[in-house]
């Protein structure tokens, strides 16, 4: 059975559509701007007191950097250890692998219920989706998926997956779909949630994870988490399965160092998450706690693809702290689903080609104003502005318009006698459209009609009024006498 | 710059005069080639730019530029053209490059220009002229030589506003929501004029604030110092 799609709804048109429909929601958009700025503000406070920042990024940057060019050594390394540790360890070449792996070992384990903990690789591969059509009920379990899983929504943050939700519209929907009373109360809310989700936790037989960082040094692997609610999936049910990308691996134990100073303060601006957790394998003694069974899926779905050339291997540096989202401009405005993929803001529209294909998400890297706010905070250094000029040139072919029109701009621009002269036609033209009446209505119309990006230009922003006289001719009509200002 | 706002060009000139300096214009040089090469169109680019290397690509004197995407563009070049002569001039183009205050500050080691503007004034931080050039203080230090002039700190100063080439065409309209973010901002600062140093982010600012009615105008660096 082939896992249905985990990208909403792409396609090279997609972001046009949904950003437009994002803009239109005022609730939105008030809440991606207050926590945004909360996030970003929070991570601007714990970096006042990390002095060393710099140095941990340029450290972190040359782990990622080392690892990931000899990541097929360090992966068997980490698959060797891992195995010794009673770990099992499957490998999933895409989304598909991936979900039949996991729905495989639960069938195995006889689950009828599975806990989940967050996760963005089981949401790039449609885990849910998957699960549910072999009649298994998963349930989310941290308190932002869980209230999406309700919603039947795709997260639009990578850590914050309810970050589009206001907490009216959590009461709202927990009134609807939980037949709780009504409340906005944040504390009620969480209580509500912390009630529905205890007996889930009990009940389940398999509970399954994320993954941060694999050690290869160790053969174990390392989850982060705020609200207690992955130790809880991960050591109640007999079985644990856990999800993650083959990039996750880090040589040593005592590279988490660094990562554990950057990842929290990024992310959520915390000087270390409340819950750090490392699995070493599943318990030896039947009289101890934990889960019997550990399996570790490791899915590459695109990943290797990207490990050819040292640019496009910089994205695959990533780990998932989301801080490029809160700055991002773009993603200020139209929040995550607009981009489609579960991946959102500028990471996502780097790896989204890489797991979607060109064809569909070609577009993203275009969703972009190349600000350079992302690289400022990325705690791995990732050149994400160079990363989607890259893909930028690579996608050309699809947009043949664009195409034309930059063809015909270079040959004009590289003459400069006509491009003054079309410069001067298009600065009396235009003119005459700023002039009122019949005339400025006509020219309007038809300089529209010959330049359309002027006229989406115009549409809602006005140009200045336009000179008489272009720079060069004031400059050969005495501007470049060497006289000094009066 | 050259052909819809060319008082901008005129104050640049009158105030490197101003400042001491002669200035040259080679009128073959028409644009530095960031519109195509920031839209994935390299071959395009390179052909443009290759008249920025033809007037300008040799000589020794500084190449200063009223606007930080453009000269943070001639500071790239060395990585579009990768071989030979192209490649020699493109690295005399790239190290000569300054942006305005940043020519004006550092080389010249000049902040009061003698101009008087009087008001309260905002300064927007460009994407290339902070992120690339690492401009920030310079505009603020000539600013606070003006007289009468009071400098406000906008929230989202540094934050982008909402250009970026083609990205203000192709999603125009994320473009003009990302600039009425940035404008709320700056008409809560209560200020009378948003300045800058790059062109194009005044084109969007201006062009917004004009379709709004505001009072608040978009003004040039160059404009301001350039008032007495």
């Known amino acids: 059975m082939k896992p249905l799609d985990p990208i909403v709804d792409l396609d090279a048109r997609s972001f046009g559509r949904l950003s437009k429909a994002a803009l239109a929601n005022d609730s939105l958009r008030g809440a991606l701007d207050h926590v945004t700025t909360e996030f970003a503000d929070r991570r601007e406070k714990a970096l006042s007191s990390a002095p060393d920042w710099e140095v941990w ?7 990622k950097a080392h690892t990931l060019a000899s990541l097929d050594t360090y992966l068997a390394q980490f698959i060797e250890r891992a195995e010794s540790n009673g770990i099992q360890v499957h490998i999933a070449r895409d989304r598909e692998e991936a979900c039949k792996l996991v729905g495989k070992i639960l069938q195995q384990a006889q689950a009828s219920t599975v806990v989940k903990s967050k996760s963005m690789v089981t949401e790039e591969i449609g885990l849910n989706e998957h699960l549910l059509a072999l009649g298994l009920e998963p349930v989310e379990t941290d308190l932002g998926e869980w209230i999406i899983q309700l919603a039947g929504e795709k997260p639009s943050h990578i850590i914050a997956p309810a970050i589009h939700r206001t907490r009216q519209d959590i009461g709202d929907l927990f009134h609807t779909e939980l037949g709780v009373p009504e409340t906005h109360d944040v504390e009620e809310l969480t209580a509500i949630a912390r009630r529905f989700l205890r007996t889930r936790f009990a009940e389940a037989e398999v509970g399954v994870s994320g993954v941060n960082f694999l050690v290869a040094e160790t053969g174990s692997f390392l989850v982060l988490e705020n609200e207690g609610n992955a130790r ?3 050591s109640l049910p007999k079985v644990h399965v856990a999800v993650t990308g083959i990039e996750k691996v880090i040589p040593r134990l005592g590279d988490l160092d660094v990562f554990l100073r950057l990842l929290p303060r990024s992310g959520t ?21 934990g889960p019997e069974a550990i399996h570790l899926v490791l899915l590459d779905n695109g990943r290797s693809a990207q490990l050819s050339t040292p640019l496009e291997r910089e994205a695959l540096a990533c780990i998932r702290c989301g801080a490029c989202l809160n700055v991002c401009p773009v993603y200020k405005q139209v929040g995550g689903h607009a981009y489609g993929s579960v991946y959102p803001g500028p990471i996502g529209a780097v790896i989204t080609p890489a797991l979607a294909g060109q064809e569909s998400a070609g577009n993203l890297p275009h ?3 190349l600000c350079g706010a992302c690289r400022d905070v990325c705690p791995v250094k990732i050149n994400l502005p160079e990363l989607l000029l890259d893909l930028r040139e690579k996608g050309d072919e699809a947009d043949r318009g664009e195409t034309w029109g930059f063809t015909g701009w ?3 621009a590289s003459r400069p006698r006509l491009n003054s002269l079309l410069g001067q036609i298009l600065t009396r033209t235009l003119r005459l459209t700023q002039s009122s009446g019949f005339v400025g209505k006509c020219t309007s119309k038809l300089i529209g009609a010959l330049v359309p990006p002027l006229r989406t230009w115009q549409a809602e922003r006005v140009l200045p009024p336009m000179p008489t006289r272009s720079f060069r001719q004031l400059w050969k009509a005495g501007l470049d006498s060497e006289e000094p200002p009066a | 710059m050259d052909t819809i706002t060319p008082q901008i060009g005129v104050a640049t000139v009158e105030l490197l005069r101003r400042a001491g300096c002669t200035v040259n214009f080679d009128p073959r040089q028409t644009c530095c080639g960031q519109p195509a090469f920031n839209s994935g169109h390299r071959a395009e680019a390179c052909q443009v730019a290759r008249g920025v290397l033809d007037s300008l690509g040799s000589g020794s004197d500084p190449i200063v530029v009223p606007s930080g995407s453009c000269a943070a563009m001639l500071q790239r070049l060395p990585s579009l053209f990768e071989e030979g002569e192209d490649h020699e001039r493109a690295r005399s183009v790239a190290t000569r490059t300054r942006e305005l205050s940043q020519f004006l500050v550092q080389d010249l080691e000049v902040t009061d220009l003698g101009a008087r503007w009087p008001g309260k004034v905002t300064w927007h931080d460009a994407c290339h002229t902070l992120r690339e050039l690492d401009v920030h203080s310079e505009p603020r230090q000539l600013l606070s030589e003006v007289r009468d002039l009071e400098q406000i700190e906008a929230i989202g100063c540094d934050t982008c506003c909402g ?10 309209d994320v473009s003009v929501a990302m600039a009425d973010w940035k404008i709320r901002h700056i008409e809560k600062a209560g200020v009378k004029a948003v300045v800058s140093s790059d062109i194009s982010c005044l084109l969007q600012l201006g062009g917004r604030l004009r379709e709004m009615g505001s009072e608040v105008q978009a003004l040039h660096l160059a404009e301001v110092l350039n008032t007495r």
Do not use: I, N
Not at chain 1, 57 to 63: D, H, I, M, N
Not at chain 2, 163 to 172: C, E, I, L, P, S
């Open chain 1, 367 to 369: 969703a972009s104003s």
């Open chain 1, 269 to 289: 601006g915390q000087a270390m998450t409340t819950y750090q957790t490392l699995f070493s394998g599943p318990k030896t003694d039947p009289d101890s706690e």
């Open chain 1, 57 to 63: 990024r340029e450290q972190a940057r040359a782990v």
């Open chain 2, 163 to 172: 250009f970026g080439g083609t990205f203000a065409v192709k999603h125009a």
């Open chain 1, 232 to 234: 809880l999936c991960t």
């Open chain 1, 410 to 412: 270079s040959w004009v």
